[in-house]
């Protein structure tokens, strides 16, 4: 984005001034008008300063609106006759602090029905339990039985079990050998990789060391003239080879001089590269380091293939393990189901019969506890209902608006109180696009109300239009307001928004104008000399500088009619010169000054 910055007033007008006066000097002394020869022998006596480096801060100002941090509406939730209530507009309350009592007869006589209903659904699930005590004895007893069949069986199939466990178990030891092996290949490919990210760290910095030895290189040809001398040479070449080619006249005295002149631009040329040669010497060295790194990267990224190939195949012989146990777990089952197959099928109908008692009683458990918990929820509903006829406040606040009273309906359809927590206030203002960019959250701010300033901080940067303003919304936060700050009224409100930093920092009549470019006057020797700048934003007294000036300047900030490039000046340094380091607020608007953004 490319800044211009048009500056009008004091100094359009000291200029026309300045002009008038020199027109009626030079008309009214005739033959004794000044040159402009004479007028630059003249010393010109002038004040100046030293730039100094700093930061410059543009304030602007913004119409806010006052509103609680937190609003909420108290709205009932049944139509009821309002019974009491003691809360007045103004008055501070807390959060579940009782507002009013609604008439309460229609839901007590709900809840009372509740709760009979659900007295007779715990003695239901009181005998459903005991008939399920019955049935699991029941059941306990036939299980019992039946295990006492089924041990004198069970002592043949577990010595047939073990060994075909044992097969397993010698596979699941191949299993963990082939892991382990893997396990240590992965180890050896970490410690190749942290060698190979070692080597490609180096290999950058070899790489690195390889640019700076090519600047510096570069650098040293450039300060040397070496580009400047190989022209030369070439030049001194071509010359003789044109003098020298067959059809044309031979010129002595150009042949010899243009002879002399090859013979002093390979001198030059040679001296140049003999001075270069430390430079270019480093540089192949580095080159040649940064070469051994990346074959030694090569090599161990090479490596870490190969480990990947012995892995691979290590977890193909895994794979073929795993589908070997998995065959002889199958015929493990098969055999055990072969075992199992006389006794198993009777057994489990045995003990399926047994458990169909337990299974029916603990159904019947189930339903009575369902309709006792149906029978809860009711009186949870009722009781529900019964605390939905006395309001509370949910928070902490102050009442702002009390729509019931006494003997009156209360209903849904309308809030009965309005509570703001007045604790924290929030300041809502508008912005341009161009300042919102300026601004960040948590950003300090400054309210005022009637003359009484308020500290506050910024906490939402609105990233919409509004679309009756035509501006971007801000919210920000005042966490000590009073009594002066209340709800709705307006306030102004003063932000910091344009800034430049580490700038330089100059008088703004101290810059001059040719067309569009930007301009000053540096003294040198006891000589005035245009220096052309970039400028930056400015206020009344100040104006930043970009670039084009130094600290190190001395800058002429006084004027004069004849002050022009190449003027003879006599320096009077000004207080102001003696700065170090300056940091400088100023308001968002300026004196004859404005800031245009171009895109």
Partial sequence: MKRQYIKSGRRAFSVLLAAACVTTALAGCGDTAVTEEESLSEVIPVEAQMPVAGTLTLKNEFVGTVSPEESVYVIPMVTAEVLSTGISVGDTVTAGQELCKLDTEAAELQLASAQAQYNSAAAGVQAAEVGYEIAQAQYDSAVAQIDVQNEQTQRQKDLTMYQMQMQIDGINDGI?????????????????????????????????????????????AAAYGYQAAQARY??????????????????????????????????????????????LETLQAAQAAASQTSAAYEQVKAGIETIDDGKEKLEESLSDTY?????????????????????????????????????????????????????????????????????????????????????????????AFVISNKNTMTVTFGVSEGIRGTLRVGQKIQVDRNGKLYDAAITEIGSMVDQTTGLFMIKSCVS?????????????????????????????DAVYYDDSQPYV?????????????????????????????????????????NLREGAGVSVQMTAESEKEDEQITAGGETDGAQTVDGE
Avoid: C
């Fill in 323 to 415: 589908r070997t146990k998995e065959q002889t777990e199958t015929v493990k089952n098969l055999t055990e189901a072969q075992l199992n197959i006389d006794t198993q099928a009777v057994q489990d109908i045995s003990k399926r019969t047994a458990a169909l008692g337990v299974d029916s009683a603990a159904a019947q458990v189930n339903s009575a506890k369902v309709g006792a918990a149906g029978a809860k929820v009711g009186i949870d509903s009722a009781e529900y209902q019964l605390d939905m006829y006395t309001l509370t406040a949910p928070i902490d606040g102050v009442i702002e608006a009390v729509n019931v009273k006494e003997h009156d309906f209360a209903s849904p359809q309308s809030p």
């Fill in 176 to 220: 963990d050998d082939i892991n382990e092996q893997i396990y240590q290949l992965e180890e050896d490919r970490e410690d190749a990789k942290d060698q190979r990210d070692d080597l490609n760290k180096a290999r950058g910095k070899a790489n690195e060391y390889v640019k700076q030895a090519q600047a510096a290189y570069n650098a040293a």
């Fill in 234 to 279: 070439q030049a001194a070449i071509a010359a003789v080879t044109a003098l020298e080619s067959p059809g044309v006249t031979p010129d002595q005295a150009a042949l010899d001089a243009a002879k002399k002149e090859l013979e002093d631009a390979r001198n030059a040329l040679e001296e140049i590269e003999e001075k270069l040669k430390p430079h």
């Fill in 521 to 561: 006057y540096v003294a040198e020797n006891g000589t005035a000399k245009r220096r052309d700048v970039e400028t930056g934003i400015f206020d009344m007294d100040t104006i930043t500088v970009l670039s084009g000036l130094s600290t190190e300047d001395t800058l002429i900030t006084s004027w004069s009619a």
């Fill in 480 to 508: 000590t307001p009073d009594d002066s700050l209340l709800t709705g009224s307006s306030v102004k409100v003063t932000a910091e928004t344009y800034s430049q930093t580490d700038a330089l920092l100059i008088p703004y």
